[in-house]
């Protein structure tokens, strides 16, 4: 396998612009899990999902950001419009189960102009 | 909820040094606890991970760590440092109730020569 696969690995865009972060997930995994880094807040969850059901988005920062994911092997995250301050490294990461190991991509490393 | 307090945001150590990093957690139901690497540039990749069992548990890269219940502690220890564990490390915590797995802040590991 593979792994977690991000596109795009870097994005730049201006502010207001809509941005999509894509993730496909280990095939086989039933948990998806949506992480943003900055030095200044660390590494903090945004959203998980189970089964493609989403279980808890207590994390996602405002109304601007959603999150989907349509089918096993696929979940998009969107900022939109998106502001200087949602600069960070956006991680995806899948599990078989918490318990499990959690498998992460390399991460997309956005800019916001 | 669970949480975990990781003291100490950056540890430096001299080559051939014992590393010893700090992690304790807040949890009300018996925790599953994870320590994580990330390299620069990098994901998050498993190192060793405690969720029944024996309270010793041993990682990749000759890392270990031990669970004290009494402590709520999960410290990360490897009796000799190499250059190539110069690294940021998570230590995190989830439960099989609330299967949120839940980061720490990291601790940055500087070897020095």
């Known amino acids: ?113 | 909820a669970q949480s975990v307090t990781q003291l100490g945001s950056h540890v430096s150590v001299s080559e051939g040094a014992l590393v010893l990093l700090r992690c304790n957690y807040s949890s009300s139901v018996p925790p599953y606890l994870f320590w994580y690497v990330q390299y620069p540039n990098q994901g998050l990749q498993l190192l060793l991970k405690y969720t029944t069992g024996a309270t010793l548990v041993k990682g990749i890269n000759g890392f270990e760590a031990e669970f004290k219940k009494s402590e709520t502690s999960f410290h990360l220890t490897k009796p000799s440092a190499h250059m190539s564990d110069a690294a940021e490390y998570f230590c995190a915590v989830s439960a099989i109730i609330n299967e949120k797995l839940t980061f720490g802040t990291g601790t940055r590991l500087t070897i020095i020569p």
């Open chain 1, 1 to 113: 396998d593979a792994g977690v696969i991000q596109s795009p690995r870097h994005e730049v865009t201006e502010m207001g612009q809509e941005v999509t972060l894509r993730c496909k997930p280990i095939s086989g995994h039933d948990y998806l899990f949506w992480y943003r880094q900055t030095m200044m807040r660390g590494l903090e969850l945004l959203i998980y999902f189970n089964n493609n059901v989403p279980i808890d988005d207590s994390g996602m920062p405002e109304d601007r950001f959603s999150a989907k994911m349509p089918n096993a092997s696929f979940s998009t995250l969107k900022i939109q419009p998106s502001e200087p301050r949602d600069s960070a490294v956006y991680f995806c990461a899948s599990s078989l189960r918490t318990v499990s190991e959690a498998f992460f991509g390399q991460g997309t490393r956005l800019t916001v102009v």
